[in-house]
């Protein structure tokens, strides 16, 4: 049974489903973080003293991690870019970047939170670590599911491009945009709770 | 919006200097937090070039640039509306009705 629209848009809407389907998504995402994000700016205010971010959290280590994402953004783009050339090894080897960046995001988080954890710092600890450990947890819980994702489309998914690339394409267009979003959620986390 | 090779091909070249001017504007960032501004205006700053840096990833990494207008509308409504609840509760202390108490 062929479902339709999942290459070519409706002509309704102008988009195929993925693409509406991603984006109703992400605006429910942005009410989720922005609802933590509300949270942070009214515990601040309500706060008497509130620490300045960098003088308990590792400012450097972050710019880092930030660097990180930013460009397992723009392998992300050139992955899709790769199969809309036509260039399946392209795909191949930017998923792949992508992937890799994305688990040295982990790896760096993992081990600021043992820093934390190694000098007595828990979410407990503090309001700012509460909302510190909060939302940068569920940060790194949204990469471990678009990890997940692209880990299937560079591996056993990857098997559409020869039954079907044109909806290939656009699942990893679709793939792309939650990558960015992660992303662009992280590029608002790192000054708010590390530099301010 | 168009994914034909010959596009996208041109494309790439937009997406490496957008790469460029985030990590320029993310250097930006961190030496800013350096100057030690009052906190006031850092905040204002920081979330000042981190809009800009999250427009970009927007409008270019994620297409929004060249999306049907629908897309943009849904992402502002969405916006709106994630403001009007953090004005809610800051506006209550000025206008006590709108506690609905």
Redesign the interface.
Known sequence: MDIPYTVHARPD???YNA??GI??FL?SE??LF??LF?SY??LRMGADVWPHG?SILN?PIA?FN??VL??S??TV??AW?GL???NFNQFRKFMFLTILLGFVFLGVKAYEYNQKFHHGLYPSTSVFMGIYFTMTGLHVLHIIGGLVVNLYFLGPGSKMWKSDPDRF?NRI?VA??YW??V??VW??L???L??? | MSHSAAQVQKDVKKYLVVFVALLCLTAVTVVISYLHLPVREAIILALFVATIKGGLVAAFFMHLSTEVRSIVYLLVFTLLISLALLAWPTMCAEFPILTLY
């Open positions: 809407t102008g988009l693409k509406l984006w109703l605006a942005i009410m922005g609802g509300s700016i009214f960098s400012v710019t930030t660097v930013i460009s953004s723009i783009v050139l870019a809309a050339m036509k394409l267009e792309g945009l960015h979003f992303d662009l590029i608002f790192f000054p708010v590390y530099l301010l």
